[in-house]
Nanobody, 123 residues
């Protein structure tokens, strides 16, 4: 059974940092793009970042220069380092894996999802 489990969320002051982790089990995902999305209250789920098979990375403009996505294939884990956090980064953060080919920024292109971890940034 495929499972993605996020961790590392919490409450942080503006300007602070958090590191999210997403541990995968049930299947090896090192051959597939893995992404992070987020969903704020009363908003849709939006793309944050993705890391490709060859470790190429892409980011939403809103987080570029502040967030860094990485992966450890030996641990079947993907990370999201978030620096210089802003109150508008407050959301539930989800990791996901893309098995089928598709647009990285489109959540419909992803096949497996975690349950999410809450990130709250206070001003």
């Amino acid at each position: 059974q495929v499972q993605l489990v996020e961790s590392g969320g919490g409450l942080v002051q503006a300007g602070g940092s958090l590191r999210l982790s997403c541990a995968a089990s049930g299947r090896t995902f090192s051959s597939y793009p893995m992404g992070w999305f987020r969903q704020a209250p009363d908003k849709g789920r939006e793309f944050v970042a993705v890391i490709e098979l060859g470790d190429g990375t892409y980011y939403a403009d809103s987080v570029k220069g502040r967030f860094t996505i990485s992966r450890d294939n030996a641990k079947n884990t993907v990370y999201l380092q978030m620096n210089s956090l802003k109150p508008e980064d407050t959301a539930v953060y989800f990791c996901a894996v893309q098995i089928r080919s598709g647009t990285y920024s489109d959540r419909r292109s992803y096949d497996y999802w975690g349950q999410g971890t809450q990130v709250t940034v206070s001003s």
